[in-house]
């Protein structure tokens, strides 16, 4: 084998071949063994060595014995005349321009791999013995001869020019490696080098996407091939992605029955189809039962259609700088619930601008400049992240302010404003334009939703694209950013949310209204207060707020502060304390039964030692959740125990 290759290597042993290429032995070897199969010939030499006493121990020793694809047969090292590359001097170039950041690892540290090879590179064999790749560009003559040229004439002009005469010459019927004609794709595809006029265009392009495994096949080759014969680097950076591992962690594969297909997370899939397709070709019965057993236990009602857009945004989600990428479904399934609420959000905004003029230069109110000042911070985040190929974080982001920031906040803060003359106009142009750049941002990562919604949306709209993919992403307007109305919104939130936890403390029913008190207020708070009145009452659902004096004793009340102000609910009437003590006391004493499940399992050593990591964390988990529930539920019974 090649350690074998090496000793002789060492001591300066002949090179030769004993295999003829069916396997059997050739002429190099003692007459006895001429033509005999490579694995009888094992079988007689040892024979021979213990005969002979040569013979010292045997052991049974666990090696990896390659195999062919296709023909099954053990591969066994073999001397063969081919091409090599002078790899080395290909790479000087190659790690300056990676030194010097011309071209640039995302993320940083996989520049390591690439030098890892760069500075043990070894000359590189570039022919391989296929039916198929570009042929070798050499020709033999009669006496072996080698002619290296562009073309068989060219190959003949020079055979003439050796011999004198017309040679008739043979075609080297090896063909390039893969990676070497791979290595040329950057430049190869725009033309070159007939045709110059898209690579001086289009070259060199700016970054490449790929995996990490591939880092010195395909990436190193590239650049050595873009900087010999390009003149330049054939991409400025390189984003290197994780490898998509399924919610366990572990790799997709066949044999596996882990294998999920994209198009199958898109359309969806029944169960039946879905085992059929896991289990086709199978040629061992006791491994169909496992993996059909295992997809039965997993998707027991198939895999539901989730469509295109939330299947990119889940990828795009997912493209940490990681190593690997756990797919989990709830995962989509999450983020087909953000499209739908985009979806929903569209036809809150249509449905409520339907017939209206829009007038673009209307005052604007401070839930407005809020949602527009909100909308800048995301874009300039948005666009760090873009820089940095943080497509994880720049999705978290645009999620974050879809859902809560627009969605969540300013489509229910619109309600009282779109009811208020004074307010009507500036709120419905800042629906319009916000719901238009989100559509925008979106576009990247959730196409075909965000293009049927800006479709729709043109008839409110004045000038601009016709299609959505065709509309310049949004600019940052450092105008826009104001941080009054952050600050107002952010008090306001506080205000609402501080009703609402007292509400879910208590269990009242969040359609019923109720008065509202407030004590210790600044002047600050007194001017929210009186500008935000209607949009409080309405998102608190509270029939009245009234200020008290630090001197007044307010009734029995649950309270919630916001900054140094007391909101006051009173709770007679609302609340039966002594029932509400006892709904409490039942739920810890249920979750306390569950946490005392998961202790259990997790105290076991022989469970934590067995299990997988994964499911030994969702455990803990678990664990850690329900003893959270236990400290707020115990919060509550102690905040309602001393009213």
Request: glycine share 6%; hydrophobic share 40%; aromatic share 10%.
């Amino acid at each position: 084998d090649f350690n074998d290759y090496d000793v002789g290597q060492r001591n300066n042993l002949e090179i030769i071949n004993i295999f003829t290429e069916a396997g059997k032995i050739n002429e190099n070897a003692p007459k006895e063994y001429i033509g005999l199969d490579r694995f009888e010939a094992r079988k007689r030499i040892l024979k021979e060595l213990k005969e002979k006493e040569f013979f010292v121990k045997e052991e049974n020793i666990k090696n990896k014995v390659p195999y062919g694809d296709r023909s099954n047969s053990i591969i066994e090292p073999f001397l063969t005349e081919q091409w090599f590359a002078d790899a080395e001097k290909l790479s000087v170039k190659a790690k300056e321009v990676v030194n010097s950041k011309k071209t640039n690892f995302f993320p940083e540290n996989w520049s390591k791999t690439y030098f890892q090879w760069m500075n043990n590179i070894e000359p590189w064999c570039i022919s391989r013995q296929l039916w198929w790749g570009h042929q070798i560009p050499a020709w033999y003559g009669p006496d072996k001869k080698i002619f290296v040229a562009y073309n068989e004439d060219e190959a003949k002009k020079l055979a003439n020019k050796h011999y004198g005469k017309d040679e008739e010459l043979i075609r080297d019927p090896d063909v390039l490696d893969t990676w070497f004609s791979s290595g040329l794709w950057p430049f190869a595809t725009l033309g070159w080098p007939d045709n110059k006029e898209y690579v001086e265009k289009f070259y060199p392009t700016s970054v490449l996407v790929t995996g990490f495994d591939i880092i010195f096949f395909w990436v190193a080759r590239m650049i050595m091939f873009g900087l010999k014969f390009a003149g330049d680097v054939p991409f400025k950076d390189i984003y290197i992605t994780g490898l998509i591992k399924d919610g366990q962690g572990q790799k997709m594969s066949k044999s596996k029955g882990n294998v999920l297909d994209p198009i199958d997370l898109i359309d969806g899939i029944t169960l039946q189809d879905l085992l059929e397709k896991r289990t086709q070709g199978m040629m061992q019965p006791e491994m169909a039962a496992k993996i059909r057993k295992q997809t039965e236990k997993e998707f027991s009602d198939g895999i539901p259609s989730f469509g295109a857009d939330a299947l990119r945004f889940t990828f795009a989600a997912l493209a940490s700088f990681g190593r690997d990428i756990k797919f989990d479904l709830k995962r989509v399934e999450g983020y087909r619930n953000f499209c739908n609420k985009l979806w929903n959000a569209s036809r809150f905004v249509l449905m409520k601008l339907e017939g209206q003029s829009i007038n673009e230069n209307a005052s604007i109110s401070s839930p407005d400049e809020w949602i527009l000042s909100r909308l800048q911070h995301t874009k300039i985040t948005v666009e760090k992240h873009l820089a940095d190929y943080r497509l994880d974080l720049m999705s978290q982001t645009l999620y974050e302010f879809v859902w809560h920031d627009y969605c969540d906040w300013y489509l229910e803060l619109s309600k009282p404003l779109l009811d208020d003359d004074s307010t009507r106009g500036g709120t419905q142009a800042t629906l319009i334009k916000v719901l238009s750049e989100i559509l925008t941002l979106l576009h990247p990562i959730i196409p075909f939703i965000t293009e049927e919604i800006f479709e729709q949306c043109q008839s409110l709209t004045e000038g601009g694209s016709e299609r959505l993919i065709t509309t310049a992403y949004p600019e940052i307007d450092q105008d826009l950013i104001s941080e009054n109305s952050e600050v107002e919104i952010a008090w306001l939130q506080g205000f609402v949310l501080g009703v609402r936890q007292i509400r879910g403390e208590m269990n009242i029913a969040p359609g019923k209204p109720l008065p509202c008190f407030v004590q210790n207020s600044n002047d600050t708070d007194k001017d929210y207060l009186k500008s935000n009145h209607a949009i409080l009452t309405a998102l608190a659902n509270l029939e009245s707020i009234t200020q008290l004096s630090d001197s007044d004793e307010a009734a029995e009340s649950a309270t919630a502060l916001v900054g140094e102000m007391k909101i006051l609910i009173p709770l007679a009437g609302l609340v039966d304390k002594e029932q509400e003590i006892a709904r409490l006391n039942k739920e810890i004493e249920k979750l306390t039964k569950q946490q005392q499940q998961f202790s259990g399992k997790l105290n076991n050593e022989k469970f934590v030692s067995g299990a997988p990591e994964a499911v030994v964390e969702k455990e803990r988990q678990k664990l850690q959740s329900v003893e959270q529930a236990i400290s707020d539920l115990g919060q509550q019974l102690d905040k309602i125990s001393t009213l």
